[in-house]
């Protein structure tokens, strides 16, 4: 059974930090590709990060420079890294593992908000 459960969110002030994990299992690790990305109320699911199975990185425009996509491969988890957070970024962060077969996490809430 394939399970990702993301972890790590909740409420933050402006200018604050999360770092978000995605714990994996039953799925062969290392041969993803590992995302994540997150959809706000009323817009679009959208990627806001990706790892290839190399730890080549990838960011959307609006996040580069502030977030970083990690991976450990012995742990099955990818992190995000979140710096300098704004209300923009509220939203609900979702990880997502892309092989042969794409699996998705439940999602986890990011709230920025003073």
């Known amino acids: 059974q394939v399970e990702l459960v993301e972890s790590g969110g909740g409420l933050v002030q402006p200018g604050g930090s999360l770092r978000l994990s995605c714990a994996t299992s039953g799925i062969s690790f290392p041969n993803y590709a590992m995302g994540w990305y997150r959809q706000a109320p009323g817009k679009q699911r959208e990627l806001v990060a990706g790892?290839?199975?190399?730890?080549?990185?990838n960011y959307a425009d609006s996040v580069k420079g502030r977030f970083t996509i990690s991976r450990d491969n012995a742990k099955k988890t990818v992190y995000l890294q979140m710096n300098s957070l704004t209300p923009e970024d509220t939203a609900d962060y979702y990880c997502?593992?892309?092989?042969?077969?794409?699996?998705w996490g439940q999602g986890t809430q990011v709230t920025v908000s003073s």
């Open positions: 997502n593992a892309g092989g042969p077969t794409m699996y």
């Open positions: 790892i290839t199975r190399l730890g080549t990185t």
